[in-house]
């Protein structure tokens, strides 16, 4: 649970940046690729965090634009990356704008739960590292790069001259 809005934006900065750069290396056909019919394309997923986001802040209390045409996954990766770039600062605003540290122990019924302002915060964070797990999979069965998330990947490891650890 977050007891301060400067750890909450620290951790949103990196969290977020992190997610920029896997957006970023999308492509247009990357967007396509699924697990199986019956589960999310990439490009939905992707859109569904862009999109979920301001929805999440409004259910928090936390008033921020909804994303215009959220029900529409757009056929290019550099429109879902740019659009995150505005939401993720848009949340950044609305959290120094509308709430407090005091916001954070102040306690909500959201999602049909009981919480703290800080553990929502906390929960917005990590929907996007759950989704954007997801993604990484994804991008690597659609024969793209995944950058580094939380540490060097196999491509990394490699150009430092490094074999990636195997276990």
Known sequence: MYTSIEAFI????????TTQKVFDALTD?????????????????AWHIVTSTPEMLNEFGIKVDSVSNADSVPSSAKEIADTFRKVSADTID???????????SEMKNVFGM????????????K???HHRGQISVLMRQAGL????????????????GMDAPTI
């Open 94 to 104: 609305a959290v120094k704008e509308q709430w407090t540290n005091a916001s954070l």
């Open 29 to 45: 056909s990357s967007l396509q690729q699924m697990i199986s019919p019956d589960d999310r394309s990439l490009g939905r997923i």
């Open 145 to 160: 790069r995944v950058p580094g998330i939380y540490g060097p990947t196999r491509e990394d490891w490699s150009q430092m």
């Open 114 to 125: 009981d919480m703290p302002g800080g553990v929502m915060l906390l929960m917005l964070n």
């Open 10 to 17: 620290g951790d949103w900065h990196h969290e977020a940046e």
């Open 127 to 129: 929907h996007i590292i």
